[in-house]
């Protein structure tokens, strides 16, 4: 179940960190919609090994092999995790989310996805 809230006082006034709100009212204006505007966003997260808080792939108190073979990697050597990515981009096609893409970052146990397009304000809700 994915709810979207926006968070007011008791009196209706959007609290101060409502930026949806604000948002909100920026892309109702005429002149606005009649662009169109179109976002695409990319949300980046690192995979932690649950029992030592230390990066997925990683070295136990070490660190990995330097940047480069981790971007966009394949193989059981490069891409740590991707059975929990794969099932976050199942969930969020189940749930209706505008998700586009997914690819391992420059680190072992760092992903991305790609929210996108969206068109105006939708882009941060999928987000």
């Not at 030592?52 to 330097?66: D, F, H, Q, V």
Request: charged share 15%.
């Amino acid at each position: 179940m994915l709810v979207m809230c926006d968070s007011y006082t008791p009196q209706g006034a959007p609290i101060p960190t409502n930026n949806r709100h604000h948002a909100a009212k920026i892309f109702s204006q005429p002149d606005v919609v009649a662009e169109e505007p179109w976002y695409g966003i990319e949300q980046e997260y690192t995979l932690l090994q649950k029992d030592i808080k230390w990066p997925l792939g990683w070295p136990t108190g070490g660190y990995p092999a330097p940047q480069g073979p981790y971007y966009c990697g394949t193989g059981a050597d490069k891409a740590f995790g991707r059975d929990i990515v794969d099932a976050h981009y199942k969930a969020c096609l189940y749930a209706g989310i505008n998700i586009s893409g997914t690819n391992g970052e420059v680190m072992p146990g760092q992903w991305e996805f790609q929210v996108g397009p969206s068109v105006g304000i939708s882009a941060g809700d999928q987000v």
